[in-house]
Antibody, heavy 120, light 106 residues
């Protein structure tokens, strides 16, 4: 049973860069897509972006060029960097696994989520 | 950008059938999936590829997708089904979630 665990600072100052890492255990990081998803307090889910194990990526256009997702297959980790954060970026951040971008595009495993608060 | 629209809330009596819709342009041409999220927990997929149930998901959960609308149906709804439900699909390699529907069982 694959497990995902997010880690990173719970508090980030406005205009700085949010950095989170997701560690994959109990399964392979290869041949899967890995996404970041966030949920502001009391609100719905928002897809941030994905990285394929080979390194190809795509991000939510609404976040423009603020998002960088990278992967280290040797450590079985992938990471999120979100630059120039504001209070609107305060959310629970989840990492999740999926097998594809269409018929197998469902997120079948999720991390427990980590709350990141943007505040001075 | 592509959008998925869900009703904010649906109410159902225990034992009755609940239907939650998800609307998007030509959604039937894509694959839709549904997630259940209970307070303080991570989402769990209950339907994928429009109609398929992951192992461990009760048979009372079913899905359909045609035209512009995907529907999650819960037959014989139980109090434990009270949760937020989100539809999700992919459009041009971009993930999209619906706004979520709060299902109340009362």
């Amino acid at each position: 049973q694959v497990q995902l665990q997010e880690s990173g600072p719970g508090l980030v100052k406005p205009s700085e860069t949010l950095s989170l890492t997701c560690t994959v255990s109990g399964g392979s990081i290869s041949s899967y897509y890995w996404s970041w998803i966030r949920q502001p307090p009391g609100k719905g889910l928002e897809w941030i972006g994905y990285i394929y194990y080979s390194g190809s990526t795509n991000n939510n256009p609404s976040l423009k060029s603020r998002v960088t997702i990278s992967i280290d297959t040797s450590k079985k980790q992938f990471s999120l960097r979100l630059s120039s954060v504001t209070a609107a970026d305060t959310a629970v951040y989840y990492c999740a696994r999926h097998r594809g971008l269409s018929d197998y595009g469902n997120f079948d495993s999720w991390g427990q989520g980590t709350l990141v608060t943007v505040s001075s | 950008s592509y959008e998925l629209t869900q009703p904010p809330s649906v109410s159902v009596s225990p034992g009755q059938t609940a239907s939650i819709t998800c609307s998007g342009d030509r959604l039937g041409d894509k694959y839709a999936c549904w997630y259940q999220q209970k307070p303080g927990q991570s989402p769990v997929v209950v339907i994928y590829q429009d109609t398929k149930r992951p192992s461990g998901i009760p048979e009372r959960f079913s899905g359909s997708n045609s035209g512009n609308t995907a529907t999650l149906t819960i037959s014989g709804t139980q109090p434990m089904d009270e949760a937020d439900y989100y539809c999700q699909a992919w459009d041009s390699s971009t993930g999209v979630f619906g706004g979520g529907t709060k299902l109340t069982v009362l």
